[in-house]
């Protein structure tokens, strides 16, 4: 049975996990506590053995012995190995739940597409879900042990009317090497085609529906989701957890013990003189050092989850539940429905469900609405008045990053990126006659920032100058000679009338470029 504590906690309080510690069925101390015993005998009597039988000549090799397992402990990385070990076997053993064929899915779409109220009605969606229960008992009879020994021969299939005796000899006449779990899947795909040829459903939207019900794609095919879930506990059997991968852990973890049985052992200085350690009977640290094997017992108990633990899968009352719900959903409850009418709150908006006693105090609570609802924004009236958008404006350094570009090198320069007046004609600054008013005069400009603009620009100019003409056919690049030598002159005077502490460095103009 599996061990359930979800109710104890529910509520978050002191004690309540620990209360969980002095559980025993399913818990750690179950699945330790007979290799707890062997290993504190066995400490116990090399123990003896070193303080009553050992002379003091061989007590030496001895402590040698014992020091060059303390040496070698340290290779065995034990956290690691065993959370290496055990999350792939976590992760496989959760998609092995999820794995499980579930009717339920199923069993609505019969009942709601499957019609006839008669005998033959009834049979058909009758015969359709025990199909789909049949496919799920055979899978499970192929990996659970529980399930072989409830139903160990095909017999106890018919006796307990998973299947007629006719489906039995048809079955068994069927002759194939492998798992026949998939015959019933096909007998429902079969039967439901003739249920849609008889009038039974109303139309092939509903037919499709049957068979694709919750399809994915595996394998380049369309498969229907209980059949694929089938297929992987069957596969997930098939195929296990690698032996060697299992053996390296097992065998690291017992030999990690083994040595803490001869190193962890009180022992006497080699050395006359020399400090000895603190004699303690009990090794406390290494018999909590133990419970590390509690991870690999969990390893273990959850590599295989279809067997007969405290913690595998109830198989066999999963069964009994899937048979008794989905028969009672497609023949019971076929059209079976209460009156409809109007509901208590008819006339009432908004609808408020009412409280009991105990859990009233929740009507106190306001609602939630988002975090930032309850934040006030009428502190200062002024930020909430309206205000047309500025007029975009170019990028220009701040002193920050002029104290941050002065110190970079000469190779990143805006040519180096191919950011010029060639490459990018629209980013280049408008010029503007100083007499005409400029759109960008309500913003503050560094004069460093658009002295190194301009010099790249004219080296950019008169480079284009110096080019020889382009063949014929192809675009020449308008030159201006005379105007970027005017333009260069200017340049130079603004630097000129610049403070000698903000005079611009080669490096700094080629950094600066960068923005």
Same mark, same amino acid.
Request: aromatic share 10%.
């Given at each position: 049975?599996?061990?359930?504590?979800?109710?104890?906690?529910?509520?978050?309080?002191?004690?309540?996990?620990?209360?969980?510690?002095?559980?025993?069925?399913?818990?750690?101390?179950?699945?330790?506590?007979?290799?707890?015993?062997?290993?504190?005998?066995?400490?116990?009597? @090399?123990?003896?053995?070193?303080?009553?039988?050992?002379?003091?000549?061989?007590?030496?090799?001895?402590?040698?012995?014992?020091?060059?397992?303390?040496?070698?402990?340290?290779?065995?990385?034990?956290?690691?190995?065993?959370?290496?070990?055990?999350?792939?076997?976590?992760?496989?053993?959760?998609?092995?739940?999820?794995?499980?064929?579930?009717?339920?899915?199923?069993?609505?779409?019969?009942? *709601?597409?499957?019609?006839?109220?008669?005998?033959?009605?009834?049979?058909?969606?009758?015969?359709?879900?025990?199909?789909?229960?049949?496919?799920?008992?055979? +899978?499970?009879?192929?990996?659970?042990?529980? /399930?072989?020994?409830?139903?160990?021969?095909?017999?106890?299939? /018919?006796?307990?009317?998973?299947?007629?005796?006719?489906?039995?000899?048809?079955?068994?006449?069927?002759?194939?090497?492998?798992?026949?779990?998939?015959?019933?899947?096909?007998?429902?795909?079969?039967?439901?085609?003739?249920?849609?040829?008889?009038?039974?459903?109303?139309?092939?939207?509903?037919?499709?529906?049957?068979?694709?019900?919750?399809?994915?794609? &595996?394998?380049?095919?369309?498969?229907?989701?209980?059949?694929?879930?089938?297929?992987?506990?069957?596969?997930?059997?098939?195929?296990?957890?690698?032996?060697?991968?299992?053996?390296? /852990?097992? +065998?690291?973890?017992?030999?990690?013990?083994?040595?803490?049985?001869?190193?962890?052992?009180?022992?006497?200085?080699?050395?006359?003189?020399?400090?000895?350690?603190?004699?303690?009977?009990?090794? @406390?640290?290494?018999?909590?050092?133990?419970?590390?094997?509690?991870?690999?017992?969990?390893?273990?108990?959850? +590599?295989?989850?279809?067997?007969?633990?405290?913690?595998?899968?109830?198989?066999?009352?999963?069964?009994?539940?899937? @048979?008794?719900?989905?028969?009672?959903?497609?023949?019971?409850?076929?059209?079976?429905?209460?009156?409809?009418?109007?509901?208590?709150?008819?006339?009432?908006?908004?609808?408020?469900?009412?409280?009991?006693?105990?859990?009233?105090?929740?009507?106190?609570?306001?609602?939630?609405?988002?975090?930032?609802?309850?934040?006030?924004?009428?502190?200062?009236?002024?930020?909430?008045?309206?205000?047309?958008?500025?007029?975009?404006?170019?990028?220009?350094?701040?002193?920050? @990053?002029?104290?941050?570009? &002065?110190?970079?090198?000469?190779? /990143?320069?805006?040519?180096?990126?191919?950011?010029?007046?060639?490459?990018?004609?629209?980013?280049?600054?408008?010029?503007?006659?100083?007499?005409?008013?400029?759109?960008? *005069?309500?913003?503050?400009?560094?004069?460093?920032?658009?002295?190194?603009?301009?010099?790249?620009?004219?080296?950019?100019?008169?480079?284009?100058?110096?080019?020889?003409?382009?063949?014929?056919?192809?675009?020449?690049?308008?030159?201006?000679?005379?105007?970027?030598?005017?333009?260069?002159?200017?340049?130079?005077?603004?630097?000129?009338?610049?403070? &000698?502490?903000?005079?611009?460095?080669?490096?700094?103009?080629?950094? &600066?470029?960068?923005?």
């Amino acid at each position: 049975m599996t061990i359930s504590y979800t109710l104890k906690v529910a509520d978050s309080h002191f004690g309540s996990f620990s209360k969980l510690l002095f559980c025993w069925k399913g818990s750690i101390y179950m699945l330790l506590y007979k290799g707890f015993i062997v290993f504190v005998v066995l400490y116990a009597a @090399l123990s003896l053995v070193y303080r009553r039988l050992l002379t003091e000549d061989q007590k030496h090799p001895y402590t040698k012995v014992a020091q060059y397992c303390n040496r070698s402990m340290d290779l065995i990385p034990m956290s690691f190995v065993l959370g290496f070990h055990v999350t792939p076997i976590v992760n496989r053993w959760w998609a092995q739940y999820t794995s499980i064929p579930l009717p339920d899915q199923l069993m609505c779409v019969i009942s *709601s597409n499957v019609h006839g109220k008669n005998e033959r009605g009834r049979i058909l969606r009758r015969t359709l879900i025990r199909y789909v229960n049949l496919s799920a008992v055979l +899978i499970l009879r192929s990996v659970s042990t529980r /399930v072989l020994k409830r139903f160990p021969t095909m017999d106890h299939m /018919v006796e307990a009317s998973f299947m007629t005796q006719d489906e039995r000899k048809k079955l068994e006449s069927l002759h194939s090497d492998f798992n026949k779990y998939w015959i019933p899947c096909v007998w429902f795909t079969n039967l439901a085609a003739q249920a849609r040829r008889d009038g039974r459903g109303r139309n092939d939207v509903a037919l499709r529906l049957l068979m694709d019900m919750s399809r994915r794609r &595996a394998d380049g095919r369309e498969l229907n989701l209980y059949w694929a879930k089938c297929s992987m506990l069957f596969h997930y059997d098939w195929i296990s957890i690698l032996l060697v991968y299992t053996q390296v /852990v097992t +065998i690291a973890i017992y030999s990690f013990f083994a040595f803490c049985l001869i190193q962890r052992q009180f022992l006497e200085p080699l050395e006359p003189g020399q400090e000895e350690d603190l004699d303690m009977y009990i090794p @406390l640290s290494t018999l909590l050092q133990f419970f590390y094997a509690g991870w690999l017992k969990v390893a273990e108990q959850i +590599i295989n989850t279809f067997g007969e633990d405290d913690d595998d899968f109830e198989t066999n009352k999963l069964i009994d539940r899937n @048979l008794q719900v989905s028969l009672l959903s497609v023949d019971d409850m076929y059209q079976n429905l209460p009156p409809a009418g109007k509901d208590k709150y008819w006339n009432e908006s908004p609808v408020q469900p009412p409280y009991t006693t105990a859990t009233a105090a929740e009507t106190l609570k306001p609602s939630f609405l988002g975090s930032t609802f309850d934040m006030c924004m009428c502190e200062d009236p002024e930020q909430n008045q309206p205000v047309e958008a500025l007029p975009s404006s170019p990028h220009t350094r701040t002193p920050l @990053l002029t104290h941050f570009l &002065a110190a970079a090198s000469p190779a /990143v320069s805006l040519k180096n990126f191919g950011w010029g007046s060639r490459a990018h004609p629209h980013l280049r600054r408008p010029r503007v006659d100083s007499s005409s008013p400029s759109p960008y *005069s309500n913003h503050s400009e560094d004069p460093e920032a658009v002295v190194c603009i301009e010099k790249e620009q004219m080296e950019d100019e008169e480079s284009q100058a110096s080019k020889p003409p382009m063949p014929d056919g192809h675009l020449k690049a308008p030159q201006q000679p005379e105007a970027s030598k005017a333009r260069k002159e200017e340049l130079l005077q603004i630097q000129a009338k610049a403070p &000698a502490s903000e005079s611009i460095s080669p490096d700094q103009q080629d950094a &600066a470029g960068l923005l």
